[in-house]
Nanobody
Framework: QLQLVESGGGLVQPGGSLRLSCAAS????????IGWFRQAPGKEREGVSC????????TYSASVKGRFTISRDNARNTVYLQMNSLKPEDTANYYC????????????????WGQGTQVTVSS
């Protein structure tokens, strides 16, 4: 069973930075992709970023391009999301999720989900 655990959330001021971690256990991520999603009260779940361990491709939503960076550590079976220049609009519960192979395609292909980590951007 593939299990995912997020960490790194917290309270940060606008313009600040946080780094989220998504640690996987149970399987190697060699043939998986890991996506970051977020959901705030009153909003639909939004795809933020994704990285494929198979082809090393990455994706970002338009709202975070230039501010967030996704990366991986193969040895630790972990994906990171470095979040810079944070805005109040980034406040949400952030989840990581896994799917086979690549980042493209329907969100329903993400079949394993972590429990989430809260990010709050406020002055």
């Amino acid at each position: 069973q593939l299990q995912l655990v997020e960490s790194g959330g917290g309270l940060v001021q606008p313009g600040g930075s946080l780094r989220l971690s998504c640690a996987a256990s149970g399987f190697s991520l060699d043939y998986y992709a890991i996506g970051w999603f977020r959901q705030a009260p009153g909003k639909e779940r939004e795809g933020v970023s994704c990285i494929s361990f198979e082809d090393e491709s990455v994706t970002y939503s338009a709202s975070v391009k230039g501010r967030f960076t996704i990366s991986r550590d193969n040895a630790r079976n972990t994906v990171y999301l470095q979040m810079n220049s944070l805005k109040p609009e980034d406040t949400a519960n952030y989840y990581c999720a896994s799917r086979r192979h690549y980042c493209s395609g329907s969100e329903i292909a993400f079949t394993s989900w972590g429990q989430g980590t809260q990010v709050t951007v406020s002055s």
